[in-house]
T-cell receptor, first 115, second 111 residues
Framework: NAGVTQTPKFQVLKTGQSMTLQCAQD?????MSWYRQDPGMGLRLIHYSVGAGITDQGEVPNGYNVSRSTTEDFPLRLLSAAPSQTSVYFC??????????????FGEGSRLTVL | GNSVTQMEGPVTLSEEAFLTINCTYT??????LFWYVQYPGEGLQLLLKATKADDKGSNKGFEATYRKETTSFHLEKGSVQVSDSAVYFCAQAGGGNKLTFGTGTQLKVEL
């Protein structure tokens, strides 16, 4: 199984540029989420979705948009990149409801640098 | 709000040494607790979990016991190997599938 696939793995942007980080999972998970990982701060939740057509904000949503048009895909959009968004981004998914075990399955991460 | 606090790293040990990484949490109620591990260049993966007080999670020689009296979930391993070098994250379950993570503790094991 491919699991959770993120693209691109590395990206360099200039301030003000826009881009989309892609995330796809093939495990038929209802729940998908985006985290950012920064030194000394652990992982912080940006946005999450409990199913197609449903999204909600996490701890640090400002500057990011998401959509969930299918169960498999959960893209993260940066509309106008800022240096403060330099980070490593992780997509994670899991079952929810009665099938939930609490375990999140993570992608390999996308390292973004904003100059 | 809910939070997770883990010991600062990096932790450097010799192979076959005993490992403890401390983790404490604050929460209302008794959330499920987790340890995740991140090997270099990879995403996080679940190492072990405990869903209620006094539960012991174990995997790959690692153990952690859910202690509600001390609100702790310390990670231990009796004899570490070089291959255990990684970053370890303690986490607690929030509402739904959301997890709150600690800041991570880097472990380096040397020969």
């Amino acid at each position: 199984n491919a699991g959770v696939t993120q693209t691109p793995k590395f990206q360099v942007l200039k301030t003000g540029q826009s881009m989309t980080l892609q995330c796809a999972q093939d495990m038929n998970h209802e729940y998908m989420s985006w985290y950012r990982q920064d030194p000394g701060m652990g992982l912080r939740l940006i946005h999450y979705s409990v199913g197609a057509g449903i999204t909600d904000q996490g701890e640090v949503p400002n500057g990011y948009n998401v959509s969930r048009s299918t169960t498999e895909d959960f893209p993260l959009r940066l509309l106008s990149a800022a240096p403060s968004q330099t980070s490593v981004y992780f997509c994670a998914s899991s079952y929810s409801g009665t099938r939930s075990t609490g375990e999140l399955f993570f992608g390999e991460g996308s390292r973004l640098t904003v100059l | 709000g809910n939070s997770v606090t883990q010991m600062e790293g990096p932790v450097t040990l010799s192979e076959e040494a005993f490992l403890t990484i401390n983790c404490t949490y604050t929460a209302t109620g008794y959330p499920s607790l987790f340890w995740y591990v991140q090997y270099p260049g990879e995403g996080l993966q679940l190492l072990l979990k405990a869903t209620k007080a006094d539960d012991k999670g174990s995997n790959k020689g690692f153990e952690a016991t859910y202690r509600k009296e001390t609100t702790s979930f310390h990670l231990e391993k009796g004899s570490v190997q070089v291959s255990d070098s990684a970053v370890y994250f303690c986490a607690q379950a929030g509402g739904g599938n959301k997890l709150t993570f600690g800041t991570g503790t880097q472990l380096k094991v040397e020969l």
